[in-house]
Nanobody, 121 residues
């Protein structure tokens, strides 16, 4: 599976961005997917995950501002980010993995190249 993340950029605080992750390979739509982010000097953290059939889970601190969705016909997973804050500045990565019924997401070792999101104050 190959993943291509896009949609990042520079936005003012309070603005919105929608990230896209296009997957290639016949099994992309059969897999769960997740968005991670990594800020400078910090560990990569899970932002949101979605199962193959659309169940979702979110990092608690981001609930209500971020929304993950997918279009299996286009082999694409999206991350809608609203009310952005400077602390959301990071490189955002997409990933495929396994989604458990309790909302736990286990990432496989397939990563996109990342897309930079910068939120100015």
């Amino acid at each position: 599976v190959q993943l291509q993340a896009s949609g990042g950029g520079l936005v003012q605080a309070g603005g919105s961005l929608r990230l896209s992750c296009a997957g290639s390979g016949s099994t992309f739509s059969l897999n769960a997917a997740g968005w991670y982010r990594q800020a400078p000097g910090q560990q990569r953290e899970l932002v949101a995950a979605i199962s193959s059939d659309g169940s979702t889970s979110y990092r608690d601190s981001l609930k209500g501002r971020f929304s993950i969705s997918r279009d299996n016909a286009k082999d694409t997973v999206y991350l809608q980010m609203n009310s952005l804050k400077p602390e959301d500045t990071a490189i955002y990565y997409c990933n495929v993995g396994r989604y458990y019924t309790n909302g736990y997401y286990y990432p496989f070792d397939y990563w996109g190249q990342g897309t930079q999101v910068t939120v100015s104050s």
